[in-house]
């Protein structure tokens, strides 16, 4: 016996062939799909409310002993042993059963079971395809796109449907911002956010949200096409820009620059995977491939884009000091120098104060060359200049002013005095009128900024500054 032909026995049994149409049409139990009173009303020319009263009237008798309803029993376990799964992977397993003839769906079969008073332990949660809406308890929800109808419904127990939520937010500001993320992310949050995680829940609604795209099944890597923007695909594109081919490893080293996307850019796996779904990008071996090449002018804006101009004429390695030089004279800003030199992925650092472009051919012979040119610049550019101890104990030290330190206002402390110069010292001019605070820490002072641009200080200035280790 099927779960629709049990409600039948149960409740139309006696009734006129009409009422027992009605009722029949208004719970589902023809289709699979409860109606509304309207509609039923239309359909037999009644009004809604004697449609309310027709019904009310024939499943009052649950009132009386109607049987264990030993399907609607089997039917409930199955569901519950399925959870959490998509509504319509359920009602599927229903029909394959034999337990409903006609796809008796999960909403019919609730009602159903609050007719004769049995606990639901399940309700159905919208996940949008489009990651930009957040869920919903549907009725019956279904979407249409690109002709293919599909249905949206998940089932879960109850309490779980903020696991849905959460999972729907991280993952799409996540895939938005970085291009990609992992289970374990959404599992934190949901831990930060007071909820109880459930592993296979958030692995069932990923799977349902259009675009979703395994990187590293078993280690929880994903991306969702449908809405990444930014980070991961606007990284590589710029490199390929630049570099023309890669092997991933210098990808990976190139997005570990930027700290600020992320503390550890994603394992070489998880880039190779994701390069393999990339439009315009070609993986062969540990090779990530620009195909077709990509015009740089039109990948990159800004700083990065006279940074690559530069080294293009002028490389393909240069020191920084001289890359500075250039890009200031040119109008660049010298915060914005550093800034991007620091965590660009189109720019590489060779050596210690040695920079070129992201997968540039450099000679061994070049690379000495421009090392060697570096040190034999550096005795010039010595900024601590001196230090001592005058008679009255006071610390003096000497500074010459090299473009850092112009800049930055951040002075070095010689080591032999690092323990002795620590903390705050209130900061006075040669008239003894205070003009700020010095600040020590690690080896390093800084709070000069103020007085360095008061005094319009240029880089080969000297200052000096006398230390009270008392008065401080």
Not at 47 to 52: A, D, I, K, N, S
Not at 148 to 169: F, M, N, Y
Not at 341 to 367: D, K
Not at 450 to 469: E, P
């Amino acid at each position: 016996m099927t779960l629709e032909q049990e409600l039948i026995d149960l409740f139309a049994a006696g009734a006129s062939p009409r009422n027992r149409d009605i009722l029949i049409g208004y719970y589902g139990w023809a289709d699979g799909r409860p109606h509304t009173l309207t509609e039923i009303g239309h359909r037999y020319g009644i009004t809604r409310e004697r449609v309310r009263q027709i019904c009310a009237k024939l499943t009052r008798r649950t009132k009386k002993p109607v049987g264990p309803a030993p399907v609607l029993t089997r039917t409930l376990k199955l569901i519950h042993d399925a959870l959490p799964a998509p509504a319509a992977q359920i009602e599927a397993e229903l029909t394959r059963r034999g337990l409903t003839a006609i796809g008796m769906g999960l909403e019919a079969v609730a009602v159903a079971a609050r007719l004769l008073g049995k606990p639901v332990e399940y309700q159905l949660v919208a996940v949008p395809v489009e990651v930009s809406s957040t869920p919903s308890i549907p009725a019956h929800s279904k979407t249409k796109q690109g002709g293919i109808i599909r249905d949206d419904r998940l089932a879960v127990r109850h309490g779980q449907e903020q696991v849905v939520a959460v999972t729907l937010d991280v993952a799409k500001k996540d895939a938005y911002f970085h291009g990609l993320t992992t289970i374990e992310r959404i599992e934190r949050t949901i831990s930060t956010r007071g909820g109880r995680s459930n592993n296979e829940l958030i692995r069932q609604t990923l799977a349902m949200i259009d675009g979703f795209r395994w990187l590293d099944e078993p280690a929880g890597w994903f991306s969702l096409e449908s809405v990444q923007r930014h980070g991961l695909p606007r990284t590589i594109d710029k490199a390929l820009a630049v570099a023309g081919e890669l092997t991933v490893g210098r990808l990976h080293c190139a997005l570990s620059r930027n700290r600020r996307l992320w503390k550890k850019p994603p394992p070489e796996n998880v880039l190779l995977e994701y390069c393999r779904g990339m439009p315009g990008v070609r993986v062969v071996g540990d090779r990530i491939i620009a195909d077709p090449p990509r015009d740089w002018r039109k990948s990159l804006t800004g700083v990065e884009a006279k940074l690559v101009a530069v080294l293009k004429q002028h490389g393909p390695l240069m020191e920084r000091g001289q890359m500075e030089d250039i890009c200031v004279g040119d109008g660049m800003n010298r915060f914005s120098f550093h800034a991007f030199v620091s965590w660009s992925p189109v720019i590489a650092q060779y050596g210690h104060s040695v920079y070129g472009l992201l997968g540039a051919e450099v000679s061994p012979e070049q690379l000495d060359a421009a090392l060697s040119r570096r040190r034999s610049g550096e005795a010039n550019r010595r900024v601590l200049a001196g230090h001592g101890t005058l008679p009255d104990g006071k610390i003096w030290l000497q500074y010459r002013l090299s473009k850092a330190a112009s800049t930055y206002a951040v002075i070095t402390i010689p080591a032999a005095l690092k323990k002795q110069v620590r903390g705050r010292f209130k900061l006075l001019d040669s008239h003894g009128v205070r003009i700020g605070t010095l600040a020590t820490k690690d080896g390093r002072a800084w709070g000069l900024g103020a007085f360095l641009r008061k005094n319009t200080a240029r880089i080969g200035d000297r200052i000096m500054l006398v230390l009270d280790l008392e008065k401080r």
